[in-house]
T-cell receptor
């Protein structure tokens, strides 16, 4: 079945720094979604990307869908402690989730 | 406007017992997904259901696991003869959209955490 791979698995970030997490697929995707799960919590929808090359921004978060619709990225600027959690990408109709990038922040 | 409701939130079972996990989707949502999450791991798709229909159960183990979404009442994930390896968080999510190409946003419940002793 289809799989999406996320890298890195862990991201340790100094507060105020930027970082990017990547989501890659071997097949062309019809759409991709991003979710955030806080420690001990449940996944919460962040965004959906559908169009080739699409870029969407939510405050300090920038989401991008690759031109070939096989990869996506999430870039966070000026990381804050509230950004702690695991970020998952999920693809297509049954939403195959990546393994996630777990983010910790050093104050 | 209640969100996705899952119960029980925590369930402890001994090996060989049965576990029944319930999920009531958001009002107006007719599509339910079940995912399993092991500690420190991602979400693994198990099954996708609509009312009275299993659409995709490709992620379900062939034995001991079953799911249903009856016309009336919540969706139920049933695990028979539980083993220690079944210990995990089981998340239910619902979506209002139809179609196999685009699920739209998934709304997750808070999960049911199963511990098998």
């Amino acid at each position: 079945g289809q799989q999406v791979m996320q890298i890195p698995q862990y991201q340790h970030v100094q507060e105020g720094e930027d970082f990017t997490t990547y989501c890659n697929s071997s097949t062309t995707l019809s759409n991709i979604q991003w979710y955030k799960q806080r420690p001990g919590g449940h996944p919460v929808f962040l965004i959906q990307l559908v169009k080739s090359g699409e870029v969407k921004k939510q405050k300090r978060l920038t989401f991008q869908f690759g031109e070939a619709k096989k990869n996506s990225s999430l870039h966070i600027t000026a990381t804050q402690t509230t950004d702690v959690g695991t970020y998952f990408c999920a693809a297509d109709y049954k939403l195959s989730f990546g393994a996630g990038t777990t983010v910790t922040v050093r104050a | 406007n209640a969100g996705v409701m899952q119960n029980p939130r925590h369930l402890v079972r001994r090996r060989g017992q049965e576990a029944r996990l319930r999920c009531s989707p958001m009002k107006g949502h007719s599509h339910v997904y079940w995912y399993r999450q092991l500690p420190e791991e991602g979400l693994k798709f198990m099954v996708y259901l609509q009312k009275e229909n299993i659409i995709d159960e490709s992620g379900m183990p062939k034995e001991r696991f079953s799911a249903e979404f009856p016309k009336e009442g919540p969706s139920i994930l049933r695990i028979q003869q539980v083993v220690r390896g079944d210990s995990a968080a089981y998340f239910c999510a619902s979506s209002p959209l139809q179609g196999r190409r685009n699920t739209g946003e998934l709304f997750f419940g808070e999960g049911s955490r199963l511990t098998v002793l």
